[in-house]
């Protein structure tokens, strides 16, 4: 069956910090896709990447990084030198007809 | 531009009522979603409509009906509204859903509060 799990429900952490967002996946098909979104207080759910079962390499856009790793089914998301506008809650997903969800991870920067 | 609209934003009804969300993408995408989003934040699908035709159809109780006039809109209209129907509810598109993988882009969400 298709999973995503985000095992941190909730991280705190203080401005500049660096932080990790863990996603593990569960899928039997050989070409998937997986995907970040963003949902900040404001309610909006918010497209961050999108990733193919094919594209190992990691991928980076300013202060995000996404590290894909197949060996371990694991798709983490790293914001480097936190800001408050990053609290949100991320989501992990998995396209399954069509995207299955993660239960999301609270992140709270403090300032 | 807004890309996904939904109205309205913020609901508040009484139990027995019953109410409609409209959804409207300028995407030129051809499916559209609906999502509930519950007090924990659990995303789930309910409904997907490609080119007005429904394709998903997710174990969602008959009070909820949605309605796609044409494949830029999807409706919801939900009857005899009870309690455990409030929540966040996303409307959503992408292009084809035969095609795996597209990118889903959402709305901004509509708070329904029944109380």
């Known amino acids: 069956a298709q999973k995503v799990t985000q095992a941190q429900t909730e991280i705190s952490v203080v401005e500049k910090e660096d932080v990790t967002l863990d996603c593990v996946y569960e899928?039997?098909?050989?070409?998937?896709?997986l995907f970040w979104y963003k949902q900040p207080p404001s309610g909006e759910l918010v497209f961050l990447i999108r990733r193919n079962s094919f594209d190992e390499q990691n991928e980076i856009s300013g202060r995000y990084s996404w590290n894909f790793q197949k060996s371990t089914s694991s798709f983490n998301f790293t914001i480097t030198a936190s800001q408050v506008v990053d609290s949100a809650v991320y989501f992990c997903a998995l396209w399954y007809t069509p995207l299955v969800f993660g239960k999301g991870t609270r992140l709270s920067v403090i300032a | 531009d807004t890309a996904v609209s939904q109205t309205p934003k913020y609901l508040v009804t009484q139990m027995g009522n019953d109410k409609s969300i409209k959804c409207e993408q300028n995407?030129?995408?051809?499916?559209m979603y609906w999502y509930k989003q519950d007090s924990k934040k659990f995303l789930k699908i309910m409904f997907s409509?490609?080119?007005?035709?429904?394709?998903i159809n997710e174990t969602v109780p008959n009070r909820f009906s949605p309605k796609s006039p044409d494949k830029a809109h999807l409706n919801l209209h939900i009857n005899s509204l009870e309690l455990g129907d409030s929540a966040v509810y996303f409307c959503?598109?992408?292009?084809?859903?035969?095609?795996?993988?597209?990118?889903?882009?959402f709305g901004e969400g509509s708070w329904l509060t029944v109380v």
């Open positions: 409509y490609n080119n007005k035709e429904l394709i």
């Open positions: 899928t039997r098909d050989t070409t998937y896709y």
């Open positions: 995407l030129g995408h051809d499916t």
């Open positions: 959503a598109s992408s292009q084809d859903h035969r095609a795996s993988g597209n990118t889903i882009y």
